[in-house]
């Protein structure tokens, strides 16, 4: 166990996934590695290559000498670049090498969290080499979010539902309500002194209410709103499917229920998804 208690909880998030991810794909024939996921342009052994690639660089390895394609479309800006040399480079790799190289990085990675000593407030760059620092805190808590993330594209990918209410399930929970003030009163530009209120049910439940300032500054608490201007009720993995990215409001319509402002609802649906 790591010497700062209040890292463990997405050391133990991160454990859950990455472990069920190992199992997932361990009895993969060749064909089913290249089953696409909702993951734009990724099928599951990219997914793998993408865990497998941070992963090794939050172990300190070097980043893969390599140069992309051309006509990869889903590559549109620089992050997606960087995340997807990792990826790419594994694209030839046959199932053994990638189930035995995630082995290998799961208990690399395992015995350094194990002894990580670092103060849970010591500055991480993120990704590794670009974008803003962040706590080591925070950093572990993106690892085990974006893992379970992942665990799910995987699972969808093959049919195999499950951990919907796992330790990761409930960081991605943590992570994606801390992200709603943004949705709805910045990016949907809810008016100033406005309510909204996301009802989740199923495996993770939860009712948020989202409050707008006079300011335009949002904020989030669990407490019921009256007269809320939009109301959206939905289970929870609908809610992770559009707060993630991997499908568009239409086409989960028959999962969502919105009440109130049309114009404002539709506009903080459009904005919804927020991981890269």
Not at 54 to 71: A, C, F, K, N, W
Not at 103 to 120: A, D, Y
Not at 125 to 136: D, I, K, M, V
Not at 241 to 249: T, Y
Request: glycine residues 6%; charged residues 25%.
């Amino acid at each position: 166990m790591t010497v700062h208690p209040s890292l463990q909880p997405a050391i133990d998030a991160w454990t859950h996934s990455i472990e069920a991810v190992a199992e997932l794909v361990k009895p993969l024939a060749e064909r089913d590695w290249n089953r696409p996921t909702d993951c734009p342009g990724w099928s599951v052994r990219d997914v793998v290559s993408h865990i497998i690639g941070v992963e090794s660089e939050m172990l300190g390895e070097p980043r893969p000498i390599h140069t992309l394609p051309r006509d990869l479309y889903h590559v549109t800006d620089e992050f997606s670049r960087y995340i997807e040399v990792q990826v790419d480079v594994r694209r030839c790799h046959t199932a053994l090498e990638m189930t035995s190289e995630l082995e290998l990085t799961v208990i690399r990675r395992s015995r350094q969290l194990r002894g990580e000593t670092r103060s849970p407030r010591a500055p991480v760059r993120w990704p590794l080499g670009s974008g803003p620092e962040q706590t080591l805190e925070q950093a572990l808590t993106t690892r085990a979010f974006d893992v379970w993330v992942h665990e799910q594209d995987l699972r969808r990918a093959l049919g195999v539902p499950g951990n919907l209410d796992s330790p990761g399930a409930l960081i991605a929970r943590d992570v994606l309500v801390a992200a709603l003030p943004r949705v709805v009163a910045g990016r949907a530009g809810a008016p100033a002194g406005s309510a909204v209120v996301v009802d989740v049910h199923g495996p993770v439940e939860f009712l948020r209410t989202v409050r707008v300032d006079a300011a335009g500054r949002g904020s989030v608490d669990s407490s019921v709103s009256l007269g809320p201007a939009v109301t959206l009720t939905t289970d929870w993995e609908t809610y992770t499917l559009l707060a993630c990215g991997r499908v568009r409001p239409e086409a989960v319509d028959g999962r969502l229920s919105v009440e109130g402002d049309p114009e404002l609802a539709a506009a903080i649906l459009r904005e919804f998804a927020v991981t890269p």
